[in-house]
């Protein structure tokens, strides 16, 4: 079992639609991360959280500890949101989930 | 400010062949992170330097694979003798500090094709 789980692996929506993509780890972490891949291959860091919520924008990103789980959401959903997101965890060596495909038609 | 860079963008080699990649930080930061991202596949975690500490080897998949860095700047991965499944993207990624607390910045990647 990878230390890393997202799901879903695909994920098509119709613009303004809102997005949930989940992610469950395994191993102790100080933080988890949110990272979005652009189709040109750019990564961004979305989000960094050790506890609770933020939100920026449209984006909102939610973390359980105890649970091992965080879910990333997206709210009115555009076709530029399409990318691929991907949860990290861990320290200084950060294991990575293997992404989510996100494909949003106009 | 400027971002990570990462030179060179892409790099087509024979088999057999040594290759250096280099990445500039972003200037103050002190933690500097090598990632590589075989196609269709995630990110996996290589090497890591914080500051002037010993680097954190544990990712490199074969004594193929080296890494230095000169103080908090520049960085270099030298892959060795070359091998088709080196193929890849080679991403580098700085931040203030290590440890999984602090965002991290990734530069554009290197797409290494050994043939």
Redesign the interface.
């Known amino acids: 079992k990878n230390e890393v789980e997202q799901s879903p692996q695909n994920l098509t929506a119709q613009e303004g639609e809102f997005i949930t993509i989940n992610c469950s780890y395994s191993v102790g ?3 988890l ?1 949110w ?1 979005q891949q652009h189709p040109g ?5 979305l989000f ?1 959280l ?1 506890s609770g919520k933020k939100k920026h924008g449209r984006l909102i990103a939610t973390i359980n500890i105890q649970e091992k789980h965080s879910s990333l959401h997206i709210t009115a959903s555009h076709p530029r949101d399409s990318a691929v997101y ?1 949860c ?12 989510t495909r996100l494909t949003v038609k106009p | 400010g400027a971002g990570v860079s990462q030179s060179p963008s892409n790099k087509v080699t024979e088999k057999g062949k040594d290759v250096e990649l280099r990445c500039d930080p972003i200037s103050g930061h002190t933690a500097l992170y090598w990632y590589r991202q075989r196609l269709g596949q995630g990110l996996e975690f290589l090497i890591y330097f914080q500051g002037n500490s010993a680097p954190d080897k544990s990712g490199l998949p074969s004594d193929r694979f080296s890494a230095e860095r000169t103080g908090e700047s520049v960085s270099t991965l030298t892959i060795q003798r070359t091998q088709q499944e080196d193929s890849a993207v080679y991403l580098c990624a700085s931040s203030y500090r290590s440890g999984g607390s602090y965002e991290q910045y990734f530069g554009p990647g290197t797409r290494l094709t050994v043939t």
């Open positions: 972490i100080s933080a991360h990272l291959g750019g990564i961004v860091s960094m050790s991907i990290a965890v861990g320290n200084n060596d950060m294991r990575f989930g293997a992404g």
